[in-house]
C-alpha cells in the first residue's frame, strides 16, 4: 500500500504549479490562452502556477499532458522521491 504525507503532496502541486509555469511560458502562451484550453477560468490556473491551489483532477493532467506532449510522470516524477511503501 502507498502512503503521501502531507509534506510529499504539497511538495507534488509546488513542483506542478512551477512545471506548467515553465512549459506555458516556453510555449509562448498566456495564462488566459492555457486556461482556456484547459477549460479552467485564468484565476484558476494562476492560483496553480503560484502554489495557492492544491487541486488538480485527472482530466486536467491529461490535458496538460495533451497540450505540451508529456507524460503523466514529467509530472510526477518528484512526488515518490521520499515515499514509504508498507
Known sequence: MLY?????????F???GYKIKQLREAN???Q????TQLD???????????RKSYKID????SKLC????????YFSKDLFANVKIK
Not at 40 to 50: A, F, G
Open 40 to 50: 479552467i477560468s485564468q484565476s484558476t490556473l494562476h492560483r496553480m502556477e503560484t
Open 14 to 16: 509546488m513542483n506542478l
Open 66 to 73: 495533451d497540450i505540451f506532449d508529456k507524460n503523466y510522470t
Open 32 to 35: 488566459l490562452q492555457l486556461a
Open 28 to 30: 509562448k502562451m498566456s
Open 4 to 12: 503521501l504525507c502531507r509534506n510529499n503532496q504539497i511538495r507534488f
Open 58 to 61: 485527472f482530466l486536467l493532467m
